[in-house]
C-alpha cells in the first residue's frame, strides 16, 4: 500500500502529519504537484512534478496508483476515479470518500460549480481548523492500523 497525494493544493499541516506517518511506519508516500515541492529526507517519500495543465497531477495519480493504495484529496472527481479504481480516498478535513457516498458529494460540487457559472458567489470552503487537522489525523491513524 502507497499513500498518494494530490500535493498542489493539499495544505502544508496535512503534508506534515502525512510525512511524521510515512516515517514512523515506512509507508511510501508520493506527492504529485505541478510545482517543485519540499519534503523531508526520507527514503519512502518522493515528490513527483508534473507538467502544467487541468488535470495532469490527477492523471498521473490515477494512472500509477494501484487497488488498495490510499490517496489524499479534497478533489472529489479524482476521488471517484480513486475509489473506481479499488482505491481509497481521504480528503484533508478527514472525511473518507466511499462508494456510499461519492455520487452524493460529485453531484453537489457539479451543482454548486453549476451556481459559480451563472455568476452566484458560492464562497469558498472555510479555512482548515485544528479539529479538522485533528479528523485527518485520526483516520489516517485507524486506516493505517487495519492496513498493517
Known amino acids: 500500500m502507497q499513500i498518494w497525494v494530490d500535493a498542489d493544493a493539499c495544505p502544508t499541516v496535512i503534508k506534515e502529519i502525512l510525512y511524521r506517518a510515512a516515517g514512523r511506519l515506512q509507508i511510501p508516500l508520493i506527492l504529485v504537484a505541478n510545482k517543485p515541492l519540499r519534503t523531508p529526507p526520507s527514503s519512502c517519500i518522493r515528490a513527483i512534478r508534473v507538467g502544467a495543465g487541468l488535470d495532469v497531477a490527477d492523471n498521473t495519480i490515477v494512472r500509477e496508483m494501484e487497488c488498495g493504495d490510499l490517496v489524499i484529496t ?40 453549476e451556481l459559480r457559472g451563472t455568476g452566484v458567489n458560492t464562497g469558498g470552503p472555510a479555512a482548515l481548523s485544528r479539529k479538522d487537522r485533528q479528523a485527518f489525523a485520526n483516520q489516517l491513524d485507524r486506516f493505517l492500523a487495519v492496513c498493517k
Do not use: C, K, W
Not at 88 to 110: K, Q, V
Open 74 to 113: 479534497a478533489d472529489i472527481p479524482l476521488a471517484s476515479e480513486v475509489i473506481g479504481q479499488g482505491g481509497h480516498a481521504l480528503n484533508p478535513r478527514g472525511e473518507f470518500y466511499s462508494t456510499d457516498n461519492i455520487a452524493e458529494r460529485l453531484a453537489m460540487r457539479n451543482f454548486m460549480d
